[in-house]
């Protein structure tokens, strides 16, 4: 029979350090094996994640349309599908248009402020050919959005929204919301003439 004394060393021990993880994969010298720490790692970084998003946005998935403003609209049933793709690829050819052109993002959240900078004084001529491209997709783009009814408003709200990820316009009042799927419309329709275009000139060359 134990002392109390031997009680009390033997029940601060127990405390000491973290308790041991049950259903451990280890080795035979119980070790713990490194896949599997690995795995339970990810799972307790996703399930801390899943819980900040469930408490800041209302939401319980997994889906990467939840990270951003314009997916979480999605995942409302406020946009369709084809709208948010439209917006996604608005975005990332606003965000290629930065990139190549040595723009900083608008998005402070985005920026890394230390690389921020244009590009060389000396470029390939590849890579001006590149800038070219992007800057007429962007502009054909901005053309197509200001080209909208309240064209303006309807640019401003899609940039927000696509670009600025603003989190605030997720709960947007209906009017804005107008000006949004106008400018998704818009973009729908445009995105659907290029790959049209592009097919044919395929298809030509064949």
Same mark, same amino acid.
């Given at each position: ?17 973290? *308790? ?13 094996? *490194? ?8 799972? !307790?970084?996703?399930? +801390? ?10 939401? !319980? ?44 993002? *608008? ?42 009814? !309240? ?6 709200? +899609? ?28 973009? +729908? ?18």
């Amino acid at each position: 029979m134990m002392s109390k004394a031997q009680k009390l060393r033997a029940k601060r021990k127990a405390q000491l350090g973290r *308790p041991r993880k049950s259903n451990a994969e280890r080795f035979a010298c119980g070790k713990i094996k *490194p896949d599997w720490s690995k795995r339970e790692s990810e799972k !307790e970084a996703m399930a +801390v994640a899943l819980a900040a998003r469930k408490r800041m946005h209302g939401l !319980e998935t997994s889906s990467c349309f939840a990270g951003y403003t314009l997916g979480r609209l999605f995942l409302d049933g406020r946009i369709t599908e084809a709208q948010r793709a439209a917006g996604d690829d608005y975005g990332r050819v606003m965000a290629r248009y930065y990139h190549l052109t040595g723009i900083p993002f *608008p998005s402070i959240r985005a920026q890394a402020i230390d690389r921020v900078q244009g590009h060389p004084a000396e470029t390939t001529e590849e890579h001006h050919r590149q800038i070219k491209r992007a800057t007429e997709r962007m502009m054909r783009l901005d053309g197509v959005l200001l080209g909208c009814d !309240e064209g303006r408003q309807v640019k401003t709200t +899609v940039f927000n929204v696509c670009v600025m990820d603003y989190e605030g316009l997720r709960m947007m009042p209906e009017a804005q919301l107008l000006w949004l799927k106008r400018g998704l419309n818009a973009l +729908v329709f445009e995105k659907g003439l290029c790959d049209y275009g592009e097919r044919d000139h395929l298809l030509a060359q064949e």
